[in-house]
């Protein structure tokens, strides 16, 4: 089945750190990923659509000067956070399907869990 | 996408078939129900989806009312590594490349 692989798994830096993570699909390629957050306690948010080749698509109320995102090939796609200041703090995960394949699920990487000191 | 109405947790005793419901009573012709569960610390975990008719796989079956209007999420016989929260998603076919909007979900939490 599609293997969604999340790098790192967990990330504790200080404040003003810039943070990359990493998103591949392992045995399928992916126009599309998705970038959700996650607080304790509450569900995932999704922040941003990843598009191989253009831009990202940011959801409303994420600042897309803070989350930078890049999607340079089929089986990539990176999130940085930019300036990580501690509320910053959060799961991050993300997801990616089968393209053009209509009603296929998505599939999950293991997530993210970033901590600002 | 229309929205979903979920309980807020549950219980289930181990062995025992856990039932966990899910309204969604203004879904389209066009939507799936696409079912997802966390387990703590973890990634989401795709289930099963379906349209309008019930399925089954090895994780679980669903089974849609006849209106389309709710569903059941059925694991037949519980165990304590099936305590997570459950997530109840629809989703057009139309939906733009497949994002998934979550709720809050259903924290199962299956007993010995």
């Known amino acids: 089945g599609a293997v969604v692989s999340q790098h790192p798994s967990w990330v504790i830096c200080k404040s003003g750190t810039s943070v990359k993570i990493e998103c591949r699909s392992l045995d399928f390629q992916a126009t599309t990923m998705f970038w959700y957050r996650q607080f304790p306690k509450q569900s995932l948010m999704l922040m941003a659509t990843s598009n191989e080749g253009s831009k990202a698509t940011y959801e409303q109320g994420v600042e897309k000067d803070k989350f930078l995102i890049n999607h340079a090939s089929l089986t990539l796609s990176t999130l940085t956070v930019t300036s990580a200041h501690p509320e910053d703090s959060s799961f991050y995960i993300c997801s990616a399907g089968l393209p053009d394949i209509l009603n296929q699920p998505q599939h999950f990487g293991d997530g993210t869990r970033l901590s600002i000191l | 996408d229309a929205k979903t109405t979920q309980p807020t947790s549950m219980d289930c005793a181990e062995g025992r078939a856990a039932n966990l419901p899910c309204n969604h009573s203004t879904i389209s012709g066009n939507e799936y129900v696409y079912w997802y569960r966390q387990i703590h610390s973890q990634g989401p975990q795709y289930i099963i989806h379906?349209?309008?008719n019930n399925e089954t796989n090895e994780m679980a079956s669903l089974i849609i009312t006849e209106d389309r209007k709710s569903s059941t999420l059925i694991l037949p016989h519980a165990t304590l590594r099936d305590t997570a929260v459950y997530y109840c998603i629809v989703r057009s076919i139309y939906n733009q490349g497949g994002k998934l909007i979550f709720g809050q979900g259903t924290e199962l939490s299956v007993k010995p």
């Open positions: 379906g349209l309008k």
